[in-house]
């Protein structure tokens, strides 16, 4: 089979990552090129963050390139949550952020023609139409048929 020059590197590095996943000192050494920055455009910077995914909120660190794209997410080693490891879903959170269907601004349901679309609104317009719905409830039912629940740190708040 002929091959041609980015065919053979992209296999090459499906080789290599698979090594080095396998293999905890490959995976050292390739974290610490990137962290030396050998080789052009990559790792820059680390920013501290933290996963939105479930109600853990583990800590970690995001990985960004010299371009600015992010190339991994890790744990953060002091979240005594994650203890530095990430479950696949938070270290996914790369392919999350540049989903293209990932939700970036307020959409409201509203019917139009007959018919039900999401509509794009701002900050300020979807948080009012929340407020006035809330507002309305609590008039009808009293207040105490309205509970704000935010799901964070399950340690802390249970
Ligand atoms: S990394 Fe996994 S366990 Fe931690 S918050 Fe994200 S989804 Fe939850």
Known sequence: MKMNRREF?????????????????????????????????????????????????????????????IWKITGNENDPHCNGRLCPRGTGGVGMYYDEDRLKTPLIRRTKGGEQVFEKVSWDEALTFIAERMKAIAAEHGSETVLPFSRTDPVVNF
């Open 9 to 69: 590197i992209r296999i090459s590095s499906m080789g290599l990552g698979g090594f080095a996943l396998a293999n905890p000192m490959m995976s050292w050494l390739a974290d610490s090129a990137a962290n030396s920055k050998l080789g052009t455009g990559f790792l820059s910077s680390r920013t501290p963050t933290y996963c939105e995914v479930c109600f853990w909120k583990c800590a970690g660190w995001v990985h960004k390139k010299e371009d600015g794209t």
